[in-house]
């Protein structure tokens, strides 16, 4: 594997223990992984990229998303959630096939190299397509198959045997980048049998719970009324509750569920772009997660409900939604939102020791954004580096993506796909499936 060396970066943000903010320093990456960070000097390697009017820092972490949706974007937007549920979306993915997943999946995956996402968590069906698109991508995916087994027994049987079968096709795969999550879609969608199972299956096989939870006021209300509790609740009471819980929104949360959370050492994904769409109403509570050591990330959730992937517009929103929502500018600061969009989503995966961060010893996920945009300037200063990607930057000010090492886009140019071909074949996919359905 050729050595890269990211010479000459105008800041680079480390996002370790120190939030160490460099100047004109320079990234070397061997095999994959972080050589050395600091002065270049005389150091030299097979591949060298410019890093002068760039600022370096961890690839983003999209800790929820559902990436073959993409080829829903657009398509039914400004509807109460359960009418683009039932009228919408679940029929559209009754017709999906594991080619438009793939299509789906490689759409997703150009727009997140080109947004400086390099690492997601993913949720849907047809896994082994959506891996496929991946492998090719050469992104980091920690993938999930949606069980939902509506409370039928026969459907959970073969749910199970569906996840088992991706879980070793995974295993066969052998690919570092791609990694397994078990994938129980809801409390209101799984039976508790199914959540138990699945706790079980995740402690053996040691892997991470990716769920949704609490994301509208609905489902605490039917939780109400079908069992007298809250969901969190409910879930610890089943005995599903667990540390290896990746919980998607937690909108409706009190405080007492988010101390839950905290004390079994569950993560949170939280989606604000996909919340404030589809008007969850509520905001899910960061500063008391936060206060309960509840690891947070941030996610896109699926371009039906976002329309993007693009996780500066995710960070930006995330600091003014909570500004907003508790009329205080000092409530959430562009660090705090930062670390969530890295380290913190490598915290909330489990993969903190090798990714979310610029360090010596972790995988070469490296995003550049371009500091001498327009919108970029002036960079002031070492403190104002943080404020100016979370507040100024856009996803078009990614110039360059890598991950393990291996540049996948430059110039804005991508390498490791052709954008074009993959937009052509996914708006064939998107045009069958829709069908007459638009006007
Ligand atoms: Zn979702």
Redesign the pocket.
Known sequence: MPTLLIKNCDWIVSQNSKRDVLRNASVLIEEGVIRSVGKADSQSADVVLDGRGKIALPGLINT???LSMTLFRGFADDMQLQDWLQKKIWPLEAKLTGEDCYVGALLGSAEMIMSGTTGFVD?YFHMEDVARAVAESGLRGFLSYGVIDLFDSAKAKKEKELSQKFFDHVRELNNPRIRFVLGPHSPYTCSPETLLWAKEFAERKNVLLHV?VA?TRREQADMQRQHGMRVIEYLDKIGALSGRMLA??CVWLTKSEVNSLGKVGARVAH?PV?NMKLASGGVAPLPEMFEAGVAVGL?T??AA?NNTLDMFETMKVCALLHKAHRWDPTVLGAQKVLDWATIEGARALGAEREIGSIEVGKKGDIILVDASAPNMTPVHAKSTVISDLVYSASAANVDTTIVDGRVLMRNRQVKSLDPLRVQLKAEEAARRLVGGQLG
């Open positions: 929820h998303t559902h949720m949704h994301e998607a929104h989606c996909s996610g959730d699926g409900s």
